[in-house]
């Protein structure tokens, strides 16, 4: 699912940004999806933030 399904989604871009987690302890998983999805989440927000993603969203792409 991770390899095929979630890129194929993913690549459509109409249903958003997916990613997979597969969890397997009951007593840890909520724990386990916080973290997951913190990790993920500030991985979103810094390659937002980064020189070249606020040139493109300003229109200004960087000359090569």
Same mark, same amino acid.
């Given at each position: 699912m991770? #390899?095929?399904w979630v890129?194929?989604?993913n690549h459509l871009k109409t249903h958003g940004r997916w990613a997979f987690a597969?969890? #397997?302890d009951?007593?840890?998983m909520q724990v386990d999806f916080a973290a997951r999805v913190e990790a993920v989440f500030g991985k979103m927000i810094d390659q937002l933030l980064s020189p070249r993603a606020a040139d493109?969203?300003?229109g200004q792409e960087e000359s090569a």
């Open positions: 991770d #390899t095929y890129p194929g989604v597969e969890f #397997t009951v007593w840890q493109e969203i300003c």
